[in-house]
């Protein structure tokens, strides 16, 4: 039987990476992004298997809606909820129209792809979802001197680990596994873009993400932390989580009552 795996933002770095190694591993695929020549530059390339190129722009309602009816009625067998927008900066400084693209490309839009696609998978007793985000989402207890500051980025990639794992949790038992992947600096355009110099920075490539993320896949991995040697720091992380979560009462805290 067929594979058949939609990626987003498959026309450059870590999404391209996937599609690449999807193809070579014999998965039938849908890739998703905004540049038309480069989808079908892609699916020129790869005669061997079945491409269907989707130019849409996720930051908008009508692309998320198009991608989505993809998702809930083609027999997806993965989903890479990749596509990414770097707007770095603080969030005084944050033009709104860029707020906005940066929460639809990386909240709205995997929130609505992975709703779509979850069903059919349940169904069918099978499916991986593999949300990409980033070690930011772990960076808001950082002190202001450690710059950059960006808000709004580090907030979109926190909200892809909390759905994630608590979607996790919700599926567990239907054979639908979930992801969150979380790559630290990556050699791809996505700081180019952005005006970064970032060629004195030690990188990943983007080849390295897709190899940890498919091995977290076969050990089983919630959170896959390409670059953090000692896995215990994660689980250290969210144990800590579950702690204050669980220690909460009714009762208002000494600290907060007045004497």
């Given at each position: 039987?067929?594979?058949?795996?939609?990626?987003?933002?498959a026309?450059?770095?870590?999404?391209?990476?996937f599609?690449?190694?999807?193809?070579?591993?014999?998965?039938?695929?849908?890739?998703?992004?905004?540049?038309?020549?480069?989808?079908?530059?892609?699916?020129t390339?790869?005669?061997?298997?079945?491409?269907?190129?989707?130019?849409?722009?996720l930051?908008?309602?009508?692309?998320?809606?198009?991608?989505?009816?993809?998702?809930?009625?083609?027999?997806?067998?993965?989903?890479?909820?990749?596509?990414?927008?770097?707007h770095?900066?603080?969030?005084?400084?944050?033009?709104?129209?860029?707020?906005?693209?940066?929460?639809?490309?990386?909240?709205v839009?995997?929130?609505m792809?992975?709703?779509?696609?979850?069903?059919?998978?349940?169904?069918?007793?099978?499916?991986?979802?593999?949300?990409?985000?980033?070690?930011?989402?772990?960076?808001g207890?950082a002190?202001?001197?450690q710059?950059?500051?960006?808000?709004?980025?580090?907030?979109?990639?926190?909200?892809?680990?909390?759905?994630?794992?608590?979607?996790?949790?919700?599926?567990?038992?239907?054979?639908?596994?979930?992801?969150?992947?979380?790559?630290?600096?990556?050699?791809?355009e996505?700081?180019?873009?952005?005006?970064?110099?970032?060629?004195?920075?030690?990188?990943?490539?983007?080849?390295?993400?897709?190899?940890?993320?498919?091995?977290?896949?076969?050990?089983?991995?919630?959170?896959?932390?390409?670059?953090?040697e000692d896995?215990?720091?994660?689980d250290?992380?969210?144990?800590?989580?579950?702690?204050?979560?669980?220690?909460?009462?009714?009762?208002?805290?000494?600290?907060?009552?007045?004497?």
């Amino acid at each position: 039987m067929s594979k058949l795996a939609l990626v987003t933002g498959a026309t450059s770095g870590i999404g391209k990476a996937f599609a690449e190694r999807l193809a070579a591993d014999g998965y039938d695929l849908v890739i998703v992004g905004r540049r038309q020549d480069r989808l079908e530059e892609f699916a020129t390339s790869h005669p061997n298997i079945k491409v269907r190129s989707l130019a849409a722009d996720l930051s908008t309602n009508d692309g998320v809606d198009a991608v989505a009816e993809v998702c809930a009625t083609e027999p997806l067998t993965m989903l890479v909820n990749n596509a990414g927008v770097a707007h770095y900066m603080p969030l005084a400084e944050l033009p709104a129209d860029k707020a906005r693209e940066l929460v639809h490309v990386k909240v709205v839009a995997p929130t609505m792809l992975t709703r779509a696609a979850v069903a059919g998978m349940q169904e069918r007793g099978e499916g991986t979802i593999i949300n990409v985000a980033g070690m930011i989402a772990f960076s808001g207890p950082a002190p202001h001197s450690q710059l950059p500051r960006r808000a709004v980025y580090a907030g979109t990639l926190a909200h892809l680990v909390a759905m994630s794992q608590t979607l996790h949790a919700e599926l567990q038992g239907t054979g639908v596994s979930v992801q969150v992947l979380c790559p630290g600096v990556v050699a791809t355009e996505f700081h180019e873009r952005q005006g970064l110099d970032m060629s004195v920075v030690p990188r990943m490539t983007a080849d390295d993400v897709v190899t940890a993320g498919l091995r977290g896949l076969e050990l089983g991995e919630v959170v896959c932390a390409p670059g953090v040697e000692d896995a215990s720091l994660l689980d250290a992380v969210f144990k800590a989580d579950l702690a204050a979560f669980g220690a909460q009462s009714p009762e208002l805290a000494t600290r907060y009552q007045t004497s």
